[in-house]
């Protein structure tokens, strides 16, 4: 297990659960900076050489369509879009159970994914339909892959896509509610705290609902995502209730928020997309681009 605070702060360690020391290490958080790997090198493979794969998931999966985001790293740590290292445009995997050494899916692509972010990534999407262990073995990667461990839906406690978005009445520019600052975006905070969660799913209109934090991540997602929601606003305008959440009650980064202990989270950043009867239709989790963001805006038909 790892804290939040390690989590934010972009640390990388590896996951208990997991068979593949060394190569299925998760990246704990959304900082843009490069930390030097706990992993050890693979032998070097046809295709992505002595490339590790990291994992960019919390445990927080369930069967049904999973999304399972890695992205790329070396001795030196992550690696990003101007590393000098040519990384592919698509990765292609396929998915075994653990036990059985059975092959759940093959032929499984994944686009690469970098708009505003400075350390690409590629979401992997597969159908799993039981809880176990898995193992995700991407073409020319590591054969030892990346651990993935499916929870049943009783085992996990923060919002599931196809749940009801719980109400919370989140800090607003009127009523901070201990949350300072509200919004840690710079040099002016976003326009999304002028209402709270639990007003906005009375106005039963779809709702991109953010939990992060700029002030802490600001190379990596919360301030990326929160820039495209910014942008996305001004295309839909009122056709969609746009809210964001800071994690920490102070800039200090020492205090959860309440509104993230509401959701009982204990991984950032995460944005949370709606219908207008504030049934969840997406989760995204850890990491996250804009084109990902619009995707999932784009489902509504708005």
Not at 176 to 204: D, K, Q, S, W, Y
Not at 220 to 236: D, Q
Request: proline letters at 6%; hydrophobic letters at 40%.
């Amino acid at each position: 297990m790892i804290s939040r605070r390690t989590f934010i702060t972009g640390s990388i360690g590896v996951i208990g659960t997991t068979s593949t020391v060394g190569i299925g290490s998760l990246l704990a958080g959304c900082s843009g900076a490069s930390t030097e790997s706990t992993a050890t090198a693979s032998e070097s493979v046809a295709a992505l050489g002595d490339l590790q794969l990291v994992q960019r998931f919390p445990q927080v999966l369930v069967p049904g369509n999973v999304r399972l985001p890695i992205s790329l790293a070396n001795q030196a740590g992550l690696l990003t879009s101007d590393s000098g290292v040519e990384l592919p445009n698509t990765l292609s995997a396929q998915l075994i159970n653990a036990d059985t050494q059975e092959v759940v899916a093959e032929s499984l692509l994944a686009d690469r994914h970098d708009t505003d972010l400075t350390i690409p990534y590629w979401p992997f999407r597969v159908n799993i339909d039981k809880p176990g262990i898995y193992t995700l073995l991407v073409d020319g990667g590591p054969a030892t892959g990346a651990a993935v461990q499916i929870l049943s839906a009783t085992e996990v406690s923060i919002p599931l896509v196809g749940s009801q978005l719980p109400g919370f009445d989140t800090p607003t520019f009127d009523n901070h509610r201990g949350v300072e600052p509200v919004c840690t975006r710079t040099p002016e905070p976003c326009e999304f705290h002028n209402i709270t969660l639990n007003e906005a799913l009375a106005l039963n209109k779809p709702i991109a609902y953010l939990v992060g934090t700029p002030a802490h991540c600001s190379t990596g997602t919360c301030s990326p995502a929160l820039e495209s929601l910014i942008n996305v606003k001004k295309s839909i305008g009122d056709a969609m209730t746009f809210l964001h959440t800071e994690i920490y009650t102070d800039d200090k980064a020492a205090t959860v928020a309440p509104a993230v202990i509401a959701l009982k989270m204990d991984y950032e950043p995460a944005i949370y997309i709606t219908d207008a009867t504030g049934k969840i239709i997406e989760r995204l989790d850890a990491v996250f681009d804009a084109d990902e963001i619009n995707a999932a805006i784009a489902t509504l038909d708005l």
